[in-house]
């Protein structure tokens, strides 16, 4: 669940001079500044620790300002500053029991996490609406179908892992992140009653970014033809790139004009 700086122009009300992102972690909260990104965590005693990571030049550099590129970048960037972030945090846990996820570990995490959401939100959903084309004849339809049948999908997992104690609990965190985010962009002092006056919603939440993937999938993939099956399967990949380029424009201008 990530939100990325951009300086505002002269239309934006926020009072902050740049838009803080961040994730929700294992007991802690990464967020990303303009040159570095930060993950603190608790530890299961109760004593907050935190890393400070520069950020690379391949993202804050001018490919940054280019519409529909930019969000390739931030995508690629979110990828890897949260599956680090969140390898930090798991370690932060697990330094008691005198274990440690590795390199290896980390790479099979994101290989499978990668693997696991293009099937399920991809692939799964297509074949689903492959059932409905007996009964409709139109392609429009049954690209229609399947994109419902995506966003069908994404809810019901959002509100599944919901039921899951420790993910409740990453939620939280998420929630308390959105409220400081809000409190800095108001101009307001970064203290705890002031933290708790704002929403735990905010127009930038990774999830709503999400979500408005799951809905521009809908619109681009109903131009796409139903034959020959691998076309069909291989747009709903290769295109992802180019669906989320879209959903961040969408949700930056969305933020703008909040």
Not at 55 to 84: C, D, H, Q, W, Y
Not at 149 to 168: E, P, S
Request: proline share 4%; aromatic share 10%; hydrophobic share 45%.
């Amino acid at each position: 669940n990530s939100k990325h700086e951009n300086k505002p122009d002269s239309s934006s009300e926020c009072a902050a001079p740049y838009l803080y992102g961040g994730q929700a972690v294992i007991e802690g909260v990464m967020i990303r500044g303009r040159h570095f990104s930060c993950v603190a965590a608790r530890r299961p005693n109760g004593e907050i620790t935190h890393k400070v990571t520069p950020l690379s030049n391949v993202f804050t550099g001018k490919l940054r300002r280019i519409p529909l590129v930019r969000g390739i970048l931030i995508l690629a960037e979110t990828l890897a500053l949260g599956m680090r972030a969140l390898a930090y945090s798991t370690n932060v846990q697990l330094e008691d029991e005198g274990q440690e996820l590795g390199g290896w570990s980390l790479a099979l995490m994101i290989t499978i996490t990668l693997t696991l959401a293009i099937g399920l939100f991809f692939l799964v959903p297509l074949f689903v609406s492959i059932g409905f084309e007996h009964f409709v004849e139109s392609a429009i339809i049954s690209n229609i179908i399947e994109g419902l049948v995506r966003l069908l999908v994404f809810l019901m997992y959002v509100w599944g892992i919901g039921f899951i104690r420790d993910i409740r609990r990453v939620f939280a965190y998420h929630g308390a992140e959105h409220m400081a985010v809000k409190t800095y962009e108001s101009g307001q002092p970064l203290q705890v009653n002031n933290i708790r006056t704002h929403s735990t919603a905010h127009p930038r939440c990774g999830t709503a970014f999400l979500l408005t993937i799951m809905v521009i999938a809908i619109i681009v993939f109903t131009c796409i033809p139903r034959e020959p099956l691998w076309l069909v399967i291989g747009s709903r990949i290769v295109l992802i790139p180019l669906i989320a380029s879209l959903s961040y424009e969408f949700i930056r201008f969305n933020s703008k004009y909040e």
